[in-house]
């Protein structure tokens, strides 16, 4: 799918990758931007509708479904990562809460949406969705690891209905929500972006959009674990 004159919903669009892939969208000759914040959001681009969308808020989610049309791509990019070491239950319960289960809700709430366009789900996860950074963030890695799983299972359950589902999974990014940690090589959001909507344009399933991550695509899409993800995706259930 391109984005050209298609209408996109970006969660977390205010600031670091999602605010880069509203940018980016729009650049590409996107029709419609629906830009989902907690905080409100003013853009001098008037094909940006300002959306408050915390995604633990049932109620937020439902009032933005109500105020979107038609809806070509999601891209759910709000997220959470903080320290632990789990030692805490409630840490890794947020983490789960938004990254999972506000994921989840949001899907939910514009799949209906998205069936009738036979769009597109992009789901912005990270490369500790398969292998966690157990030392600095083993909560968030988890919760990006179940994400990996939903978005996995979504692929295959979405598919008969024409619906797209994809997987970014990048590497470091220089974002807030990594400028407390010291990590090298971390890539800018804008060049994310650009790569993650140069790899939907080519139809790529799983995305590694940034000079860390990219090394193991192709050892990913020639893994056995690849393999089985696509050989379980055509087992169902037997009818009694």
Not at 58 to 68: G, H, K, L, N, S
Not at 133 to 158: M, N
């Amino acid at each position: 799918m391109t984005i050209k004159d298609k209408n996109v919903l970006v969660t977390g669009a205010n600031r670091g990758i999602g605010q880069a892939l509203a940018a980016e969208a729009l650049a590409r000759g996107a029709r419609r931007v629906y830009a989902g914040t907690r905080q409100p959001l003013a853009h001098s681009d008037d094909r940006v509708t300002p959306l408050d969308l915390d995604i633990t808020s049932a109620a937020q989610i439902q009032e933005a479904a109500d105020q979107v049309g038609s809806l070509d791509m999601l891209i759910n990019n709000a997220g959470i990562a903080m320290p632990d070491d789990l030692t805490d239950p409630t840490a890794l319960e947020r983490h789960l809460t938004v990254n999972l289960f506000g994921t989840y809700a949001v899907t939910r709430a514009f799949l209906p949406a998205l069936t009738r366009t036979r769009g597109a789900i992009v789901n912005i996860l990270s490369v500790n969705s398969l292998a966690p950074l157990p030392h600095i963030i083993p909560g968030y890695s988890v919760s990006k690891a179940a994400a990996f799983s939903l978005t996995q299972s979504l692929r295959a359950l979405l598919a008969a209905q024409g619906v797209k589902v994809h997987a970014v999974l990048p590497g470091p990014v220089d974002t807030d929500m990594t400028r407390g940690f010291t990590i090298p090589g971390k890539a800018s959001p804008e060049s994310v972006a650009l790569a993650i909507f140069n790899a939907i344009d080519n139809g790529e399933e799983d995305i590694f959009p940034d000079p860390a991550s990219a090394p193991m695509a192709d050892s990913w899409r020639n893994s056995a674990a690849k393999a089985l993800e696509r050989q379980l995706a055509q087992l169902a259930p037997v009818s009694a």
